[in-house]
């Protein structure tokens, strides 16, 4: 399964925009991670409708847009996304999830269910025939800039074998939180193959975004 890259934008330096997306797209990017937060389900808020419109309107790179957001099936409507997107809900946040997953299939993106660290992976069990990826939060959601709860480790571990052994070898693993360069590579052993790069690896400030995403694609090599 190929290795990609999803740098978390809520990490970035909105001053730069421009030039990181011109950046991004040169060094090949497969998706933008957009973090999308209410403050119910997380304290915090971050990125919005209009925030995603503009990318939309100003870079083809696929989006790959993580809803931290309570009845995320009454919003996600608000939202521009479509065809090669990547759309992640929380199993958390929703008494609807399999309804959920088809809706967002049914506007041409690719459904992805996302669980918190203490969620186990059985809940995503039912909805394996819905989705095409699932996101293994390896930080508690809310923040960038946290560490890596190590439990998390052997979550990716046990739910690759688990897709492989159910029939589902296809569907991805997107691990977000605290993706460093370290953190990436054990990820990767792990089973992970879509990568968050947040403020530990691709917006790491002592060096610059392109000789972060050369490091970063070495380490998942
Ligand atoms: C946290 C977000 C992550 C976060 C990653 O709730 O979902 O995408 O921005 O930032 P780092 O890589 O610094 O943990
Ligand atoms: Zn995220």
């Not at 991004?24 to 998706?31: M, S």
């Not at 957001?69 to 919003?75: D, R, T, V, Y």
């Not at 909805?127 to 709860?149: C, R, S």
Request: charged share 25%; glycine share 6%; aromatic share 8%.
């Amino acid at each position: 399964m190929k290795n990609k890259l999803s740098p978390s934008i809520m990490c970035a330096d909105f001053f730069e925009l421009k030039d990181t997306l011109h950046l991004f797209k040169k060094a090949e990017i497969e998706y933008l991670h957009i973090d999308i937060m209410d403050g119910c389900f997380v304290p915090n808020y971050t990125l919005g409708t209009d925030f995603v419109k503009f990318l939309k309107g100003n870079t083809d790179i696929p989006l790959d847009i993580h809803f931290m957001i309570e009845n995320p099936e009454n919003k996600i409507g608000w939202f521009d996304f479509g065809e090669n997107d990547y759309v992640s809900v929380h199993v958390e946040t929703t008494k609807h999830l399999q309804k959920l997953l088809l809706q967002i299939r049914e506007r041409g993106a690719k459904p992805m269910v996302a669980i918190n660290p203490a969620t186990p992976i059985c809940t995503v069990e039912n909805v394996l025939e819905n989705i095409d990826a699932v996101l293994v939060m390896t930080v508690n959601p809310g923040f960038a800039g946290q560490k890596l709860v190590p439990s998390t480790l052997k979550k990716i571990t046990d739910l690759r074998n688990f897709l492989d052994n159910s029939g589902f070898g296809n569907i991805e693993i997107e691990v977000d939180g605290n993706v460093s360069f370290e953190n990436a590579k054990i990820m990767k052993e792990a089973g992970a193959n879509i990568f968050v790069g947040g403020t530990s690896s691709i917006f790491n400030k002592e060096h610059s975004i392109t000789d972060n995403i050369e490091l970063l694609r070495k380490m998942i090599l």
